[in-house]
């Protein structure tokens, strides 16, 4: 029995990768804007909450943190990979 072939990388075209980022750039752009919505919208709510206790919650502070990490996340990725496309650019 022969082995199984491995699939081939799918080669693109440098026009090919900036478009793919441009895509993903305006992906992440609206992603951003709808995080920001939520977040402005958490912490209206838990602000509300609180001064209708009267008691002050950890919970959406530690939300709040959560989400700003994930934000952080998605950006250090997307400059990552920038920074990837730039560095091979040089190399040709």
Do not use: C, H
Request: proline content about 4%; aromatic content about 2%; overall charge positive.
């Amino acid at each position: 029995m022969p082995a199984p072939q491995k699939p081939k990388a799918v080669q693109r075209t440098p026009e090919q990768i900036s478009r793919d980022l441009a895509n993903e750039r305006a992906a992440l752009e609206k992603s951003f804007g709808e995080l920001r919505e939520d977040l402005t919208e958490a912490v209206d709510v838990t602000t509300r909450k609180a001064t209708q206790v009267g008691v002050y919650t950890g919970i959406g502070v530690a939300a709040v943190a959560a989400v700003g990490a994930g934000v952080g996340a998605l950006v250090g990725s997307a400059v990552a990979v920038r920074a990837v496309v730039r560095r091979r650019r040089g190399r040709r």
